[in-house]
Antibody
Framework: QVQLVQSGSELKKPGASVKVSCKAS????????MNWVRQAPGQGLEWMGW????????TYAQGFTGRFVFSLDTSVSTAYLQISSLKAEDTAVYYC???????????????????WGQGTLLSVSS | EIVMTQSPATLSVSPGERATLSCRAS??????LAWYQQKPGQAPRLLIYGASTRDTGIPARFSGSGSGTEFTLTISSLQSEDFAVYYCQQYNNWPPTFGQGTKVEIK
């Protein structure tokens, strides 16, 4: 079945970096874009951006430029989220979520998301 | 960006009763709206897209309606497994945006 499996929880100190992975299975990885969504503790969902898994081109939402980097390793069907210069306010659960419409049809425009990874809890604390 | 506003923030419903959740967009999103269910400690789960199309495997008690700026998710007869937080998401305009969620709790 179509599945996204993310890496485990992380505890980091302010100023450090982290790289979260999202391994896809059950479908052709390069057919669908991958989105990243943040959920701060007790809060709602915030779209961070997405990456075209065919071209590797990332697009970042406002507020997620500079310290946030999306990347891919298509040989292992895995997407990555790297966050540098971590701050306490980066503490959140980070989800990868596949776009449901094939890249060839979305015309650069995210649609609805399914499936989602199980989430990766990032805690940033000194 | 388009602001999605959900109401109420919390809905208290007895099992077997009907639940009606609202989602309003700050400008028209046509029918480009999805609904998700999130249970504690779990990832969101897609319920509906295109404002009214149930995803595969979603029970018929879940239905979506609306277009433009006003949308509704209806759960016809609440089951114990339906108590969760529900989010709407528009994908008509960039960036895609979510509502703040409605928590459906047991009355």
């Amino acid at each position: 079945q179509v599945q996204l499996v993310q890496s485990g929880s992380e505890l980091k100190k302010p100023g450090a970096s982290v790289k979260v992975s999202c391994k896809a299975s059950g479908y052709t990885f390069t057919t669908y874009a991958m989105n990243w969504v943040r959920q701060a503790p007790g809060q709602g969902l915030e779209w961070m951006g997405w990456i075209n898994t065919n071209t590797g081109n990332p697009t970042y939402a406002q507020g997620f430029t500079g310290r946030f980097v999306f990347s891919l390793d298509t040989s292992v069907s895995t997407a990555y989220l790297q966050i540098s210069s971590l701050k306490a306010e980066d503490t959140a659960v980070y989800y990868c979520a596949r776009d449901r419409v094939p890249i060839t049809k979305v015309r650069g425009h995210p649609r609805w998301f399914d499936p989602w990874g199980q989430g990766t809890l990032l805690s940033v604390s000194s | 960006e388009i602001v999605m506003t959900q109401s109420p923030a919390t809905l208290s419903v007895s099992p077997g009763e009907r639940a009606t959740l609202s989602c309003r967009a700050s400008q028209s999103v046509s029918s480009n709206l999805a609904w998700y269910q999130q249970k504690p400690g779990q990832a969101p789960r897609l319920l509906i897209y295109g404002a009214s199309t149930r995803d595969t495997g979603i029970p018929a008690r879940f239905s979506g309606s609306g277009s433009g700026t006003e949308f509704t998710l209806t759960i016809s007869s609440l089951q114990s497994e339906d108590f969760a937080v529900y989010y709407c998401q528009q994908y008509n305009n960039w960036p895609p945006t979510f509502g703040q969620g409605t928590k459906v709790e047991i009355k």
